[in-house]
């Protein structure tokens, strides 16, 4: 079965997933922010939500994704905070971290390399656009040949940057994976 419109209730994940800007305005960019549909609510950061809203607004527009808006601050451990300091992630990725570093049974979805190092150090689930994307196999939302077609599509759809020669090794582990 292929993904065909809105998750009931009882579809959806149990995980809540903190977002960063950059999957949210790569999967909009890419028609693939449905592939969030699934998670129990989406929570942004207010600076995130405004980035959002500045370059997107259109992305928190799906009725089906759950978005929830964080405008107050949560207190930052001082371990995460010298990790924030020490790789110099801006406030949208620090406030995002702080966030998944308070709630539960969540996952962290970012691009930016700096910001998942500290995810991965800090002990969370972090996964970025590439990722959301492929897990939309797994989940039975869309077939490998169009999540192939849309991995293909991100050079030139999307501000997502990647190099050229990673993006190939992903589709190729995509074809060897998932053959059709």
Same mark, same amino acid.
Request: glycine fraction near 10%.
């Given at each position: 079965m292929m993904w065909s419109g809105a998750f009931t209730e009882m579809n959806k994940s149990n995980l809540r997933a903190i977002c960063? $800007?950059?999957? =949210?305005?790569?999967l909009d960019e890419l028609n693939c922010i449905h592939l969030l549909s699934d998670f129990r609510e989406i929570i942004l950061p207010n600076t995130v939500w405004e980035e959002v809203n500045h370059h997107r607004p259109g992305a928190l527009l799906n009725k089906d994704? /759950? &978005? !929830?808006?964080i !405008? #107050? %601050?949560?207190p930052m451990s001082e371990v995460l905070r010298s990790m924030c300091r020490a790789f110099s992630l801006d406030? %949208? #990725?620090t406030e995002a971290l702080t966030i998944v570093e308070k709630v539960h049974f969540s996952i962290f &979805?970012?691009?930016?390399? /700096? $910001?998942? =190092?500290? $995810?991965? !150090?800090? %002990?969370?689930?972090?996964? %970025?656009t590439i990722g959301i994307i492929v897990r939309a196999i797994r989940k039975n939302y869309m077939n490998p040949n169009r999540v192939?077609?849309? =991995? /293909?599509d991100i050079p030139s759809k999307s501000s997502l940057y990647i190099k050229t020669s990673l993006l190939e090794e992903v589709i190729m582990e995509v074809r060897? #994976?998932?053959p059709t």
């Open positions: 960063d $800007a950059g999957p =949210l305005i790569h994704i /759950s &978005f !929830r808006r !405008r #107050e %601050g949560y406030a %949208g #990725e &979805f970012t691009d930016d390399a /700096s $910001a998942r =190092l500290v $995810a991965d !150090r800090m %002990g969370f689930r972090v996964h %970025g192939i077609q849309v =991995l /293909s060897k #994976e998932f």
